[in-house]
């Protein structure tokens, strides 16, 4: 420990604030970059005058805390963050007598100054720095910093920015040693089990609190040590250090507060209170991004599950709460899903994507929704908090992800409006007391109004320049009437405003025919052939149509939202098919949430054509088609129903054909194993569509062949795709459907989208599912074991696994154990060779971090309270058999949890594979003598990310025992059993 004298300080201040050692309770906490906030001298950076010229902004704002980002002398390579110099100024931004100025002025008004005191590492241009790497080996100056012959060591430390850094480790050429690194490499981590390093850090420390500094940030203080067979954060030594520095501050110094930036799960993140004796805040980092998830999902369980799992803190500590700050939005305590989802819901641009979080700002993150917004400050202000405000987030400002790294949310300060864009017209009713204009820019017109009095006001607008267009109000997205030739009449509240985008009016979508019954097929009607209706005026018109025919079909996923609209955004010709069809995308917007994409192929049939269509595939019908001015009418159909279409396909990828779309290429490719599979082609392989198919269709070549076609369009790699072609051309494992070819949309920015993909045909008879249940039920109605004790069942499916089954169990149902330990093989064969090759970044296993075990706990504890608060919700309208047994796992909630809870107790020593994603007895395909394992899509209602996630291939195996458990109790049920039966045969299925 580091001595302090305290009768050495007590420094009397020229200003005075309130005694209060606990102000950071009530505070509102400012956060800013001086460079970026205002600019005194028109140089083009911001400086300390000023922000000094701006303080009467921030108190009249309500604002009782500046946080200061880093203003030290640096090569601004991190923004400031690597400090070359701790007790100066950046001349770019002012001299140590304009901050003792902002610290007096600020004081003055009732503000306290809270700056940064990056503990964790310094610029690779720090003197420090550059003293070590020249020093000697083992002496006290070159240990200011962590140094290693070797690249090796403290390989279970995670490498924060994963996309600039591949190492923790970095090659001096002077030293000729290693150093360590947490973030950047021109970051040198200081080494803290140098007694110099500490003191020279409370130095710094003492110099600006000398100075009146009321309060410090601890920058990336998690990563202060370093432990070989740990990942280097929230050790003991690091709460022992934040000891000594809480001492330290507390003999010297009064009214001072340590602030962690401690990005980590609750538990750990409380850790840097102490018992009162480490920092008296630290930031809420887990409940920021559910926030977020909250508002998205509009579901509270997000906030209320980080909640619950928020430990109680000391009496004079204090969670930091924030929306936003300079940083990205940081992903990584959530769970794997969670962060896709957060991918998925607020990076729509992919730049905006950084390491493990989004570089965006607030505003621009809730789509500029003023309501969302005032949302989520009423959320910040009220929940158990001192709320940090990050400066321009208060007016709504925007950002540029343009700009590199983080850069793209540390923008100027926007002080002026002159950027605004678009033209102002202003319209005069009569009645003065209320203001109204239309803004314009390019093609967008939005209407303005506001009630300038505190009473109720109508008001009558001449609207007639816009006559024929409807006004839709921005925020619930509802249409007024028509503007006419008449005065527009509103009524509005006391100080009501209101946005409207000035629309063009829909025409009407759909002509029917008045001869057929209302239940006949709607009709289109186009000018110029049926491909009108495809890009042409009659669009429209089918989008509309299609927002009827698209939910009814079985492998739509949405039918439990509200669809709004149907929009087809690229038409692509296959090559060889007929000129009269064309793959089509169609975006379903929906209510609430995200959009989806599906993949629609039409087809046109002439009159003559029509009912022979309509008579083979009458589900395939979508619509009439109509030309202007015709009488006969053709039919607009899915073309995947007959033969040609999927022919085309097929023809499409064995000769690897390519063809242009709206916004992209359409690409046939083959395997390897394609020639083989498909065989001589002089032999016409005659399509045939699968009827089994629920969230894909397939088709069926001679059986030869089989095509998958995926009708829910994502952007990436389809695991079915990836893992075929992995297992096909990298492996020994035969127990698959092979790959032999695939069809891709690609684009000139993106990723590729799986469009189909071609498999070698697997003969069987049925598939696992089938076959176990038919075993299982003739288990069941055996005479033998009619009053036959059952066996008393196991402990835990490994006690299970290594009893032998009994004599009468081994006679009835004999044979299919074998076949079961079959499948377990076939299980482990898949495992081992989808983690075969290390050299292939998609499929090399990967150790379980601590971080890692962590998202698994909180998937498992979040399905657990999410399945939990269902039962409790719906348990009274159970039926009365069931709803004992519903009462019954309520009461286990609490021992679920301790259960789940012990998951974390011991550290996981294995690695994570990719698995097959969706595995159960249906999965699997049964030949009369092995087993043929399919389908490696994953479960559909997934997004790709996260299919494609690495698991444990204790996953798999889970979901299969399940699947067993399905078969036993479906069988059980499927018999029609006595009720005085049943219990014996639950035991004979345990």
């Not at 300060?413 to 009713?429: F, K, V, Y």
């Not at 083989?676 to 045939?688: D, F, S």
């Not at 399945?867 to 009274?876: G, H, S």
């Amino acid at each position: 420990m580091i001595a302090t004298s305290a009768s050495r300080r007590r420094k009397i201040e020229p200003f005075h604030l309130e005694d209060d050692p606990l102000w950071y309770k009530d505070a509102l906490i400012y956060e800013l970059h001086v460079r970026a906030f205002m600019d005194s001298d028109a140089d083009g950076s911001g400086d300390f005058r000023g922000l000094i010229e701006k303080l009467p902004y921030l108190q009249d704002l309500g604002v009782s805390a500046l946080w200061l980002l880093p203003f030290y002398p640096s090569p601004l390579r991190d923004d400031g963050y690597d400090i070359a110099d701790y007790n100066n100024v950046n001349p770019m931004f002012g001299t140590l007598g304009d901050v003792n100025q902002l610290v007096r002025e600020a004081h003055r008004r009732g503000i306290r100054v809270i700056n940064e005191l990056v503990c964790n590492h310094t610029s690779d241009q720090h003197p420090w720095f550059q003293r070590a790497r020249r020093a000697r080996p083992g002496s006290p100056q070159r240990d200011f910093y962590v140094w290693s012959e070797t690249n090796q060591k403290y390989q279970d430390a995670r490498i924060i920015f994963k996309d600039f850094e591949t190492s923790n480790w970095t090659w001096d050429h002077v030293a000729n040693a290693y150093y360590w690194h947490r973030f950047y490499s021109h970051q040198p981590d200081l080494n803290f089990d140098n007694p110099k390093v500490k003191e020279a850090l409370f130095k710094a420390l003492d110099f600006w609190m000398d100075m009146g500094v009321d309060g410090v940030r601890l920058d990336a203080v998690p990563y202060l040590y370093e432990r070989e067979g740990t990942n280097g954060e929230n050790l003991p030594e690091t709460h022992g250090f934040l000891r000594e520095l809480r001492q330290h501050v507390d003999a010297g110094y009064r009214n001072r507060m340590l602030l962690a930036e401690a990005n980590q799960w609750p538990e750990d993140a409380v850790a840097y209170f102490g018992q009162g004796d480490e920092c008296q805040m630290s930031f809420h980092f887990p409940l920021m991004p559910r926030l977020f998830m909250s508002i998205r999902m509009e579901d509270r369980f997000p906030i209320v599950d980080i909640l619950a799992q928020t430990p109680s803190i000391p009496d004079t500590s204090q969670w930091a709460l924030f929306l936003r700050n300079h940083d990205e939005l940081t992903l990584e305590m959530v769970t794997d899903e969670e962060r896709d989802y957060m991918y998925r819901a607020y990076t729509q641009d992919r730049l905006a994507r950084l390491n493990l979080g989004i570089r965006r700002r607030l505003a621009p993150l809730l789509g500029n929704d003023r309501r969302r917004i005032e949302l989520m400050n009423g959320l910040l202000f009220s929940l158990p908090g001192t709320p940090v405000l990050y400066y321009g987030d208060e007016i709504g400002m925007g950002d540029n992800i343009f700009l590199g790294d983080r850069n793209g949310v540390r923008t100027p300060m926007q002080w002026s409006a002159d950027r605004n864009r678009g033209t102002l017209e202003l319209l005069r009713p009569e009645n003065r007391k209320v203001l109204a204009y239309v803004r314009k820019y390019e093609s967008e017109q939005i209407l303005c109004i506001a009630n300038l009095s505190r009473f109720l006001q109508a008001v009558e607008l001449d609207l007639s320049k816009w006559k024929g267009l409807v006004p839709v109000e921005l925020f619930s997205s509802n249409e007024m009437p028509v503007i006419g030739d008449n005065p527009y009449f509103l009524t509005m509240g006391p100080h009501a405003f209101y946005w409207f985008a000035m629309q063009p009016r829909a025409t009407p979508t759909i002509q029917s025919d008045g001869a057929q019954a209302a239940a006949a097929m709607p009709e289109v009607r186009v000018a110029g052939g049926w491909e009108a209706a495809l890009v042409g005026a009659a669009k429209e018109s089918l989008e509309a149509v299609l927002l009827g025919y698209i939910p009814r079909r079985r492998w739509f996923a949405g039918k439990a939202r509200r669809m709004k609209t149907a929009t087809i955004t690229d038409v692509v010709s296959v090559p060889g098919a007929e000129g009269n069809s064309y793959l089509t995308s169609v975006v379903i917007g929906y209510a609430e949430g995200d959009p989806d994409t599906y993949m629609l192929p039409l087809a046109y049939a002439n009159a003559a054509e029509a009912p022979h269509i309509l008579e083979r595939w009458p589900q395939s019908a979508i619509a009439w088609v109509r030309n202007a001015g015709e009488e006969a009418r053709g039919l607009l159909y899915d073309a995947l129903g007959p033969p040609n279409f999927a022919e085309a396909i097929l023809g499409a990828i064995a000769r690897r054909r390519r063809a242009a779309g709206g916004t992209g290429t359409l690409v046939g490719s083959t395997t390897r194993a394609f020639a083989r599979l498909r065989g001589p082609e002089t032999i016409r392989l005659e399509a045939q569509l699968s009827v089994a198919e629920q969230s894909n269709n397939s088709v069926i070549f001679g059986e030869r062949l089989m095509l998958k076609v995926f009708r829910r369009l994502e952007e990436g790699v389809n695991p079915e795709l990836e893992v075929g072609r992995f297992l096909t051309e990298k492996t020994n494992f035969s127990q698959t459907a092979p790959l032999a070819g695939s069809l891709e949309y690609r684009r000139a920015k993106g990723e590729p989208i799986s469009i189909a993909i071609l498999q070698g045909y697997v003969p069987n008879q049925g598939d696992a599912w089938q076959y176990t249940l038919n075993t299982v039920a003739h288990f069941f109605s055996a005479p033998e074991l009619v009053g036959v004790q059952p066996p008393h069942p196991a402990r835990s499916v490994i006690e299970a696994s290594k009893l032998e089954p009994g004599e009468i169990a081994t006679r009835a149902i004999g044979g299919y154990l074998d076949s079961a330990r079959l499948l377990g093989r076939r299980t482990a064969e898949l495992h081992a060779a989808l983690s075969s090759d290390p050299a292939d970044p998609a499929f090399a296993p990967e150790r379980i971090t601590p971080l890692d075990q962590r998202s698994i706990y909180q998937s498992l504890s979040g399905l657990s309270m999410r399945a939990t608060d269902l039962l409790r919700t719906q348990l009274n309208k159970l039926p009365a058999d069931t709803r004992e047994e519903g009462r019954k796992v309520l009461e286990l909630e609490s021992r679920i949890a301790y259960i789940l809870k012990s998951f974390l107790a011991r550290r996981l020593n294995t690695t994570r594979i990719r698995v097959h994603g969706d595995y159960h007895l249906g999965q699997v395909l049964y030949t009369g003598h092995d087993f043929v394992i399919i389908d490696f899509e994953g479960e559909p209602t997934r997004s790709l990310y996260e299919r494609r996630l690495k698991r444990l291939a204790m996953r798999d195996v889970a979901g299969m025992l399940r699947s067993f458990s399905y078969a036993c109790q479906a069988a059980m049920f499927s018999q029609q059993v006595p009720a005085e039966r049943l219990p014996e045969l639950q035991a004979w299925a345990r």
